[in-house]
């Protein structure tokens, strides 16, 4: 079986899998990681949402050949150390979660949102396209502003 | 609505161990524990043995309180609450205080569903706690000879007078020594409550968001390989014949093997698994529902609504009738079981509403009596309902029997939206008949699809149909399917009221849904009643307030309808609509305004919602779950449905079974609680008809369209 070499929350690993095995299935039954959580297996539902080199991907359909060399982060990873992110500290400001199971995608397509426009719209929240079926969206919407107001204070 | 505070006691006992151990009963009611012996003070008695039917507290040494729930937590909240009970009376932190979930039990209640929970914990679980504070505040007034009245509690602490301080943790070994505290056991009156009704952030929301948080699927059970299994392509379908050689000949694959829901593959990872699964060779028969597609139970449906008696002489007629189409529970965590089960006993871990039920069904299944199944309760990622049922679990079990090894299965988003379970589609006749400007009567007759078994299939899976009648004697809406219906609850003075209900059996797995009944009924009926007050010329508003009888009722509607600025002016194509709903010991008002300027793409733009559900234990919770009662009655009124399709489900993910994303849900959302002294209602499923209810109207108003058919872009 192939191995392939990638950076997962700043460390290397190197795992042996077939090439089209989904990074999702990966991180969660060959590296035990499993704050990505599977929602449907086809990029839909998006409660697997990590980051590859800093930009949001669902690791569901993303094949681990393509992660080689490059830098994964899923919500393990997005803390710096004790201290979190500030959209995780926004996320408990505003006691974002109820079942929790959508919420690691949640903050992660959050704060790559964050990185790629300082001040998101209603609009630009809007886009964002991870279901939460406990319905939790008013409070992402408000969380997601209080980070980015946290940001440039 | 529920009654006045009750001066109810609690009955208490404590657990011979070497560190403070008290329980609670938690039966339907405040009985003694089968065997043990009233005493002249419940505290007094010393029970050995098993925790069963008890809520047990124990102080450990590392100060922390630990209180095992027989519950379930799935988003609703219901550790938190608990957890704020049980620091309130302790004075503990709230951070000291840890709820693990029990495991399943044999005896007392430990069903989580009919939104009870809350109410049926509040007072035993702060009888618990305010017992043990009356120990460990006389443990230290002993160790520092000091009169016990002369302390006081905090921050999971004795203090003296003089300052000096022991923790819980210290003062337990000789706490759990003390009979009769020197102090009184009487929870505090709400008056000097401090931790409950202040708006608390969850005890797991730190483990949330650093994605620690463990669903059954995160478990590491040594040995348990990932599981998926090939489904038919409609409800019911069954194997005719199986070609594995190519699955089994693949790398990574331990076992295929064949169960009454169709072949499992056990293999290194799910993608191993899913790769042989979509290499197995299957030739299917078709489901016992293969002729049928969704005109024609709507048909059937039409056709079981029992007719209306005749109304009134003289009366004047609003007669309409509904459709809603099945609805998935959909939660976010798929179904996902453990199972190890050996040859003289099983161990199962999964996400259970009903883990007392689900051993019975497990052991019965495996052939093992139930002594000898562990059921595991674990935190579950949504349920709506859907963890009532234990389908996945004893799935799980038998595959793991079959292929002798521990197990862990999933159902893929595709097996959990075509094979169910789903909330029953249902057709509804409503009459109100008005004669000189008021509602003399009505009526409301309904048929809904009942869930029928031929013995081998669905029910070899699924277990039996869905809980009925709760242990503990827990009230769920369920209990009435096919009972009174909701109108006759008499919301409204709107004379004689009536109503029948039939149905339509048919081979399709079907759940209890949040709110269950009331989602459809009463939301249908909140509809006619807005189209009534427009035949008679009257405001909806103003006609709910004079037609409401109680006064709880019209307090949340007033609320909703002062902090939402009803009747306020808004340009062509929106609108507002208003409903209400009371249940549970509960009332709840919902406002709402839709932009349908695009009729086939509205949205929500606002939802204010007023809610009276007695104490609320934690405001913050609270208005989480009116907030994801508000997105479950935006999705099943706009969007959100299933078609059956000649025997199969049509739509297989989010892609197309269309619950609300962030772009649907409403840009301002509002709650507002009621303040109450009340003992507390539930409020998990209150929500669901009053949001459905004034989607609708809003829609209805903003459209100059009568929607009759849910979802309404379907």
């Not at chain 1, 199971?101 to 704060?111: R, T």
């Not at chain 2, 003694?32 to 010393?46: H, Q, W």
């Not at chain 2, 031929?454 to 277990?463: E, K, T, V």
């Amino acid at each position: 079986m192939p191995s392939y070499s990638f950076v997962l929350n700043g460390k290397p690993v190197t795992v042996e899998a077939p090439a089209d095995m989904p990074l999702l299935w990966v991180l969660r039954d060959l590296l035990n990681v499993t704050g990505p959580k599977y929602g449907c297996g086809v990029g839909v539902c998006r409660a697997c949402t990590s980051h590859l080199d800093g930009v949001e991907i669902q690791p569901c359909v993303v094949p681990v050949a393509d992660c080689v060399d490059r830098e994964v982060t899923t919500i393990e990873g997005l803390a710096d150390g004790e201290k979190l992110h500030p959209v995780q500290q926004a996320w408990l400001a505003r006691d974002v979660a109820q079942c929790g199971f959508c919420q690691p995608g949640q903050i992660m397509a959050a704060a790559a949102l964050l990185k790629r426009t300082a001040r998101p719209t209603d609009a630009d929240i809007d886009r964002i396209e991870n279901v939460c079926r406990c319905g939790t969206y008013s409070r992402i919407r408000e969380a997601i502003k209080q980070a980015a107001a946290h940001e440039h204070e | 609505m529920a009654g006045q505070l009750s001066r109810r006691r609690f009955m208490v006992y404590s657990l011979a161990a070497s560190t403070l151990t008290v329980a609670a009963p938690l039966g339907c009611d405040a009985e003694p524990a089968e065997g043990v012996e009233r005493a002249r003070k419940a505290s007094d008695v010393l029970v050995t043995g098993a925790d069963e039917e008890m809520l047990v507290l124990e102080v450990t040494e590392a100060n922390k309180v630990v209180v095992r729930l027989p519950r379930v937590e799935v988003g609703q909240g219901v550790t938190t609450a608990v957890a704020m009970m049980i620091a309130e009376e302790l004075d503990a932190r709230l951070v000291d205080v840890e709820i693990p979930l029990a495991e399943a039990r044999t005896k007392g209640n430990q069903y989580t569903g009919g939104s009870s929970s809350v109410s049926s914990l509040y007072g035993p679980a702060r009888q618990l706690a305010a017992t043990a504070r009356a120990k460990l505040v006389t443990a230290a007034a002993r160790r520092w000879n000091l009169p016990a009245r002369s302390l006081r509690t905090w921050n999971t602490r004795v203090i003296a007078p003089d300052g000096r301080s022991a923790t819980f943790g210290s003062l337990t070994a000789s706490a759990a020594g003390i009979q009769r505290p020197a102090v009184s056991s009487n929870p505090k009156p709400a008056s000097r409550h401090r931790v409950i009704g202040k708006p608390t952030t969850r005890i797991d929301a730190r483990d949330i968001v650093t994605g620690k948080a463990e669903y059954a699927g995160d478990l590491t059970v040594p040995g348990a390989k990932p599981t998926v299994v090939a489904r038919p392509p409609t409800l019911g379908g069954k194997i005719v014949s199986v070609d594995d050689r190519a699955a089994r000949a693949m790398p990574g694959v331990h076992a295929v093997v064949k169960v009454a829901g169709g072949v499992a593959v056990v293999a290194d990872s799910f993608h191993h698994a899913f790769k042989a699964r979509d290499a197995l060779r299957i030739t299917w028969a078709p489901g016992p529902l293969a002729s049928l597609s969704d005109a024609a139970i709507r048909s059937r449906l039409r056709a079981a609504v029992p007719r209306l008696p005749a109304p009134p002489r003289g009366s004047t007629q609003v007669e309409r009738e509904f459709e809603f189409a099945f609805v998935s529970h959909a939660p976010m965590e798929v179904l996902t079981a453990v199972a190890d089960v050996r040859a003289a006993r099983a161990e199962i871990w999964f996400a259970s509403q009903t883990p007392m039920d689900a051993r019975e069904a497990i052991a019965s299944a495996v052939g093992l009596p139930a002594s000898k199944v562990r059921v595991h309760v674990v935190r579950g990622g949504g349920s709506f309902g859907r963890r009532l049922n234990h389908d996945a679990a004893i799935e799980a079990a038998l595959i793991s029997k079959a292929a002798r090894r521990p197990v862990k299965l999933m159902w893929s988003r595709a097996d959990d939206i075509r094979h169910g379970r789903m909330r029953p589609a249902s057709h509804h006749r409503i009459r109100a008949s008005h004669a000189g400007g008021r509602v003399v009567a009505f009526t409301h007759s309904t048929a809904s699809v009942s869930e029928s078994y031929d013995g081998q299939g669905l029910s070899a899976q699924g277990g039996p149909a869905p809980v009925l009648a709760p242990q503990g004697g827990a009230t769920s809406a369920l209990a009435r399917a096919g009972g009174p219906l909701p109108s006759d609850s008499g919301l409204y003075n709107f004379g004689r009221v009536g109503g029948d209900g039939g149905s339509v059996d048919l081979a399709i797995p079907l759940g209890a849904w949040r709110s269950v009944d009331s989602g459809t009924s009463r939301t249908a009926e909140e509809i006619v009643v807005d189209e009534v007050s427009r035949s008679l010329g009257k405001d909806p508003v103003a006609f709910r307030r004079t037609t409401l009888r109680s006064k709880a009722v019209k307090a949340v509607l007033d609320k909703v309808a002062a902090a939402g600025h009803w009747g306020r002016a808004l340009p062509a194509g929106r609108a507002q609509g208003v409903a209400v709903h009371e249940e549970y010991g509960s009332c709840v008002a919902c406002l709402v305004e839709i932009d349908a300027r695009d009729p086939k793409k509205p949205r929500v733009t606002k939802v204010v919602m007023a809610a009276d559900v007695g104490t609320a234990v934690n405001p913050r919770g609270l208005e989480a779950q009116l907030m994801g009662t508000a997105i479950d009655g935006i999705s099943t009124i706009l969007t959100a449905g299933l078609h059956i399709d000649r025997g199969a489900v049509r739509e297989s993910s989010y892609a197309d079974f269309h619950y609300a994303r962030q772009r649907n849900a409403p840009l301002r959302f509002e709650a507002h609680i009621m303040p109450s002294r009340r003992e507390p209602g539930g409020a998990g499923e209150l929500g669901v008809p009053a949001a459905a209810g004034a989607v609708a109207n809003a829609y209805a108003r903003a459209t100059g369209t009568k929607p009759r058919r849910f979802p309404i872009n379907f």
